[in-house]
Protein backbone atom coordinates (compact mmCIF):
# COMPACT_ATOMS: atom_id res chain seq x y z
CA UNK A 1 0.00 0.00 0.00
CA UNK A 2 1.17 3.62 -0.78
CA UNK A 3 2.02 5.67 2.53
CA UNK A 4 3.23 9.29 2.98
CA UNK A 5 5.52 10.06 5.88
CA UNK A 6 6.27 13.15 7.41
CA UNK A 7 9.28 12.46 9.90
CA UNK A 8 9.44 16.14 11.23
CA UNK A 9 6.28 17.34 13.61
CA UNK A 10 7.26 20.57 14.34
CA UNK A 11 10.49 23.01 12.48
CA UNK A 12 11.18 26.36 13.30
CA UNK A 13 13.04 28.96 10.83
CA UNK A 14 14.34 32.69 11.37
CA UNK A 15 12.35 35.09 8.93
CA UNK A 16 14.54 35.37 5.68
CA UNK A 17 16.11 32.14 6.41
CA UNK A 18 15.81 28.63 4.63
CA UNK A 19 13.86 25.41 6.02
CA UNK A 20 13.68 22.22 4.38
CA UNK A 21 10.73 20.04 4.96
CA UNK A 22 11.13 16.14 4.59
CA UNK A 23 8.44 13.95 2.90
CA UNK A 24 9.60 10.50 1.68
CA UNK A 25 6.53 8.04 -0.16
CA UNK A 26 6.13 4.53 -0.53
CA UNK A 27 4.59 3.31 -3.72
CA UNK A 28 5.46 0.43 -6.43
CA UNK A 29 3.82 2.40 -9.20
CA UNK A 30 6.05 4.28 -11.73
CA UNK A 31 4.06 6.92 -12.73
CA UNK A 32 2.35 9.32 -9.71
CA UNK A 33 2.56 12.59 -8.67
CA UNK A 34 3.30 14.88 -5.50
CA UNK A 35 2.03 17.26 -3.70
CA UNK A 36 2.93 19.79 -0.52
CA UNK A 37 -0.40 21.40 0.58
CA UNK A 38 -0.27 24.33 3.66
CA UNK A 39 -3.00 24.77 5.98
CA UNK A 40 -2.66 28.13 8.02
CA UNK A 41 -4.48 28.57 10.92
CA UNK A 42 -7.68 29.55 8.92
CA UNK A 43 -7.63 25.50 8.32
CA UNK A 44 -7.77 25.70 4.71
CA UNK A 45 -5.81 23.77 2.78
CA UNK A 46 -4.15 25.38 0.42
CA UNK A 47 -2.02 24.26 -3.19
CA UNK A 48 1.87 25.19 -2.67
CA UNK A 49 3.28 22.78 -5.21
CA UNK A 50 2.89 19.83 -7.43
CA UNK A 51 5.45 17.37 -9.42
CA UNK A 52 4.72 14.69 -11.44
CA UNK A 53 7.19 11.80 -11.30
CA UNK A 54 8.45 11.47 -14.90
CA UNK A 55 9.75 14.89 -14.58
CA UNK A 56 12.92 15.02 -14.00
CA UNK A 57 13.35 18.43 -13.38
CA UNK A 58 12.07 20.06 -9.45
CA UNK A 59 9.03 21.90 -9.32
CA UNK A 60 9.42 25.68 -8.04
CA UNK A 61 7.02 28.25 -7.74
CA UNK A 62 8.41 31.43 -6.05
CA UNK A 63 10.39 30.92 -2.41
CA UNK A 64 9.11 27.68 -2.76
CA UNK A 65 11.18 24.26 -4.21
CA UNK A 66 11.19 21.35 -3.94
CA UNK A 67 14.04 18.23 -4.22
CA UNK A 68 12.22 15.44 -5.82
CA UNK A 69 14.66 11.86 -5.58
CA UNK A 70 12.59 9.48 -7.03
CA UNK A 71 14.52 6.93 -6.21
CA UNK A 72 14.79 7.56 -2.97
CA UNK A 73 11.51 7.88 -3.13
CA UNK A 74 11.47 11.42 -1.33
CA UNK A 75 10.11 14.98 -2.05
CA UNK A 76 11.31 17.24 0.32
CA UNK A 77 10.33 21.28 0.51
CA UNK A 78 12.41 23.97 0.65
CA UNK A 79 10.77 27.44 1.97
CA UNK A 80 13.64 30.31 1.10
CA UNK A 81 13.86 33.81 2.49
CA UNK A 82 10.82 32.85 5.64
CA UNK A 83 7.98 35.02 5.82
CA UNK A 84 6.20 35.16 8.86
CA UNK A 85 3.29 34.29 6.72
CA UNK A 86 4.25 31.33 5.77
CA UNK A 87 3.67 29.71 9.30
CA UNK A 88 1.54 27.11 9.05
CA UNK A 89 0.94 23.25 9.32
CA UNK A 90 2.21 21.87 5.69
CA UNK A 91 1.20 18.37 3.89
CA UNK A 92 2.64 16.33 1.84
CA UNK A 93 0.37 14.19 -0.84
CA UNK A 94 0.66 11.37 -2.88
CA UNK A 95 -1.45 10.10 -5.68
CA UNK A 96 -1.10 7.59 -8.64
CA UNK A 97 -4.13 9.47 -10.31
CA UNK A 98 -7.18 7.54 -8.94
CA UNK A 99 -8.94 9.28 -6.47
CA UNK A 100 -7.47 7.95 -3.18
CA UNK A 101 -4.38 11.04 -2.10
CA UNK A 102 -2.55 9.67 0.32
CA UNK A 103 -1.63 12.80 2.62
CA UNK A 104 1.21 12.66 5.53
CA UNK A 105 0.11 13.61 9.16
CA UNK A 106 1.95 17.42 8.60
CA UNK A 107 5.49 19.54 9.98
CA UNK A 108 4.15 22.31 12.01
CA UNK A 109 6.52 25.31 10.72
CA UNK A 110 6.97 28.06 13.11
CA UNK A 111 8.11 31.17 11.38
CA UNK A 112 10.51 33.05 14.20
CA UNK A 113 10.66 37.08 13.71
CA UNK B 1 -13.52 31.22 -10.51
CA UNK B 2 -15.00 30.54 -7.32
CA UNK B 3 -13.36 27.54 -5.08
CA UNK B 4 -15.60 24.76 -3.65
CA UNK B 5 -17.71 26.53 -1.11
CA UNK B 6 -19.11 24.73 2.17
CA UNK B 7 -21.50 25.57 4.19
CA UNK B 8 -21.65 26.24 7.50
CA UNK B 9 -18.17 27.34 8.50
CA UNK B 10 -18.40 26.92 11.98
CA UNK B 11 -21.25 24.84 14.01
CA UNK B 12 -21.74 24.02 17.74
CA UNK B 13 -24.66 21.40 18.01
CA UNK B 14 -25.62 19.69 21.41
CA UNK B 15 -25.17 15.97 21.36
CA UNK B 16 -28.47 13.81 19.56
CA UNK B 17 -28.75 16.46 16.80
CA UNK B 18 -28.60 16.34 13.72
CA UNK B 19 -25.97 18.25 11.07
CA UNK B 20 -26.11 18.86 7.75
CA UNK B 21 -22.91 19.93 6.04
CA UNK B 22 -23.81 21.72 2.59
CA UNK B 23 -20.46 21.62 -0.37
CA UNK B 24 -20.57 23.44 -3.95
CA UNK B 25 -17.51 22.02 -6.18
CA UNK B 26 -16.37 23.94 -8.62
CA UNK B 27 -18.13 23.84 -12.01
CA UNK B 28 -17.03 21.40 -14.31
CA UNK B 29 -15.41 19.28 -11.81
CA UNK B 30 -16.68 15.77 -11.74
CA UNK B 31 -15.24 14.39 -8.64
CA UNK B 32 -15.93 14.84 -5.51
CA UNK B 33 -14.70 14.04 -1.78
CA UNK B 34 -15.52 14.82 1.95
CA UNK B 35 -12.70 14.22 4.59
CA UNK B 36 -12.67 15.05 8.07
CA UNK B 37 -9.53 16.18 9.71
CA UNK B 38 -8.98 15.46 13.39
CA UNK B 39 -5.29 16.13 15.55
CA UNK B 40 -5.80 11.68 16.41
CA UNK B 41 -6.38 10.52 12.74
CA UNK B 42 -5.55 13.29 10.65
CA UNK B 43 -6.71 13.43 7.23
CA UNK B 44 -9.56 10.94 6.17
CA UNK B 45 -11.25 10.41 3.34
CA UNK B 46 -15.28 9.77 4.09
CA UNK B 47 -16.66 9.41 0.96
CA UNK B 48 -15.76 10.00 -2.86
CA UNK B 49 -18.04 10.69 -5.75
CA UNK B 50 -17.72 10.61 -9.62
CA UNK B 51 -20.75 12.07 -11.87
CA UNK B 52 -22.44 12.37 -8.52
CA UNK B 53 -22.45 8.46 -7.91
CA UNK B 54 -20.81 7.41 -4.56
CA UNK B 55 -17.95 5.12 -6.10
CA UNK B 56 -16.28 4.58 -2.14
CA UNK B 57 -18.04 4.83 1.04
CA UNK B 58 -15.70 3.07 2.54
CA UNK B 59 -14.40 5.52 5.19
CA UNK B 60 -17.67 6.75 6.49
CA UNK B 61 -17.54 5.82 10.21
CA UNK B 62 -21.15 4.97 10.92
CA UNK B 63 -24.80 4.24 9.66
CA UNK B 64 -24.68 7.80 11.49
CA UNK B 65 -23.40 9.48 8.54
CA UNK B 66 -24.65 9.85 4.98
CA UNK B 67 -23.89 11.84 1.92
CA UNK B 68 -25.51 12.87 -1.21
CA UNK B 69 -24.70 14.49 -4.44
CA UNK B 70 -28.16 14.89 -6.07
CA UNK B 71 -26.16 16.94 -8.51
CA UNK B 72 -23.06 18.15 -10.11
CA UNK B 73 -22.98 21.41 -8.37
CA UNK B 74 -24.30 20.28 -4.79
CA UNK B 75 -23.50 17.27 -2.03
CA UNK B 76 -24.16 16.83 1.56
CA UNK B 77 -22.80 14.90 4.18
CA UNK B 78 -25.57 14.35 7.37
CA UNK B 79 -24.82 13.38 10.54
CA UNK B 80 -27.79 11.84 12.36
CA UNK B 81 -27.54 11.42 15.65
CA UNK B 82 -24.37 13.30 16.21
CA UNK B 83 -22.12 12.59 19.21
CA UNK B 84 -19.08 14.63 20.57
CA UNK B 85 -16.29 12.73 19.16
CA UNK B 86 -17.45 13.56 15.94
CA UNK B 87 -16.01 17.03 16.72
CA UNK B 88 -13.38 17.65 13.95
CA UNK B 89 -13.18 19.83 10.44
CA UNK B 90 -15.26 18.39 7.89
CA UNK B 91 -13.44 19.20 4.19
CA UNK B 92 -15.28 18.96 0.92
CA UNK B 93 -12.97 19.00 -1.86
CA UNK B 94 -12.90 18.42 -5.90
CA UNK B 95 -11.19 17.54 -8.86
CA UNK B 96 -11.94 18.04 -12.45
CA UNK B 97 -11.52 14.32 -13.26
CA UNK B 98 -9.41 11.55 -12.51
CA UNK B 99 -6.36 9.83 -14.40
CA UNK B 100 -3.87 12.61 -14.64
CA UNK B 101 -2.74 13.86 -10.73
CA UNK B 102 -4.77 16.37 -10.86
CA UNK B 103 -4.46 19.25 -7.88
CA UNK B 104 -7.22 18.56 -5.66
CA UNK B 105 -9.42 21.89 -4.23
CA UNK B 106 -10.47 22.19 -1.04
CA UNK B 107 -12.90 24.40 0.52
CA UNK B 108 -12.91 26.08 3.63
CA UNK B 109 -13.82 23.47 5.53
CA UNK B 110 -16.96 22.75 7.94
CA UNK B 111 -15.90 23.53 11.77
CA UNK B 112 -18.13 20.73 13.92
CA UNK B 113 -18.33 21.06 17.12
CA UNK B 114 -20.75 18.45 19.41
CA UNK B 115 -21.16 19.46 23.02
Known amino acids: AQTVTQSQPEMSVQEAETVTLSCTYDTSESDYYLFWYKQPPSRQMILVIR??????QNATENRFSVNFQKAAKSFSLKISDSQLGDAAMYFC??????????FGTGTRLKVLA | DAGVIQSPRHEVTEMGQEVTLRCKPISGHNSLFWYRQTMMRGLELLIY????????DSGMPEDRFSAKMPNASFSTLKIQPSEPRDSAVYFCASIPFLGTGNTIYFGEGSWLTVV
Open chain 1, 51 to 56: QEAYKQ
Open chain 1, 93 to 102: AYTSGTYKYI
Open chain 2, 49 to 56: FNNNVPID
